[in-house]
């Protein structure tokens, strides 16, 4: 009896140990998501859903709140437009949770999840894409393990931020935005709520030389109060600009502050080579202890302002 006692004990505090990014999980993650199994998740595939319901099980999993229309979805109809193709309107969702601390307002923490699918939606840089897996190990595999990592820290801290949390995965990103934007016009979470918005899309090929690249500093006035002492084994930099890259920049448009996370370009961008055996997992852990880092500096500081960069 007393055995089993201490085993529930330990379980109830469990959730405040190992909540740290670890490369182990993060490569589970990318595997999974990147697998050939997955066909490169273009939108509308069966396979781009199959991953949208593994990232709703692990929010779930991590008990966090859904936030979509359709308990974690939020389902709306995406349009290729780069190409012409005969069914050019595809079935898409984002996928939201929500951390609810009891605050006023809340850090947004989003990640695409789509990809090139068969290369038969356009933006492929493939000679002869079409009919080729595009895995999209770090375009955006490595973001979503970083969102799935940041979600399980701060449901796993014990710590009750002065901020809730607004994980989301975003459908069709490479098809132009179009999840966010969605999201952005019809917010199931009012935008005067929103405090600011990280974005990951490629954090999976850090490069030793060049360091992770964090764009939106200039965004608000906040950022180098937020970024002072803030050490790292990696290296990092930052970019003034936060309009460009990714969903990041469909936040900056509705003048929210952001950040934009990005290990760099690399020649297997948008090919059918961008494999989850090239991405640094080790390197990925301690980008999103940085990440966390800064998050945990911007729960410290008031309600930010949004700044234009020129
Ligand atoms: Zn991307």
């Known amino acids: 009896m007393k055995s089993l006692l201490l085993c529930l004990l330990l ?21 999974k998501l990147a697998s050939d199994h997955m066909q490169g998740r273009g939108t509308g595939s069966p396979e781009n859903a199959k991953a949208a319901a593994y990232i709703a099980r692990n929010f779930k999993k991590l008990g966090l709140t859904p936030l979509g229309t359709d308990g974690y979805y939020q389902p709306f109809t995406a349009k290729i437009r780069r190409i012409v193709v005969p069914d050019s309107l595809r079935k898409a969702t984002n996928v939201i949770g929500f951390l609810d601390n009891g605050a ?10 789509d990809h090139l699918g068969l290369g038969r939606q356009g933006s492929s840089l493939e000679t002869q894409p ?5 895995n999209g190990a770090d375009d955006n595999a490595s973001g979503v393990a970083g969102l799935l990592e940041t979600a399980r820290y ?29 999201f952005l ?8 709520k929103m405090n600011c918005m990280i974005c990951m899309d490629m954090i999976g090929r850090y490069n030793p030389e060049r360091g992770v ?24 930099f930052t970019d003034r600009p936060g309009n460009g890259g990714s969903d990041n920049a469909a936040f900056y448009a509705k003048q929210i502050p952001v950040l934009f996370f990005h290990t760099g370009g690399h020649p297997d961008y948008h090919k059918p080579t961008d494999d989850p055996d090239k991405i640094d997992a080790k ?23 949004f700044t234009t960069v020129q």
């Not at 690249?213 to 990092?236: C, H, L, R």
Request: glycine fraction near 10%.
């Open 154 to 182: 701060f449901s796993g801290n014990g710590v009750k931020e002065p901020y809730n949390f607004l994980f989301m995965a975003f459908g069709a990103e490479e098809l132009g935005l179009q999840g966010s934007r969605y």
């Open 213 to 236: 690249g964090i764009g939106g500093y200039g965004t608000s006035d906040a950022w180098p109060t937020v970024f002072k002492g803030v050490e790292s084994p990696i290296k990092f």
């Open 283 to 305: 390197a990925e852990e301690a980008i999103l202890r940085l990440e966390i880092k800064l998050l945990e500096n911007a729960t410290q500081q008031p309600k930010m302002n």
């Open 104 to 113: 006023p307002y809340t850090i947004v923490i989003g990640a695409h999840y």
């Open 11 to 31: 379980l109830a505090t469990a959730p405040t140990f190992g909540q740290e990014p670890s490369a182990k999980r993060i490569s589970r993650h990318i595997e």
């Open 185 to 192: 016009n019809n917010p199931t979470l009012p935008l005067a």
């Open 130 to 134: 079409e009919g080729k897996i595009h």
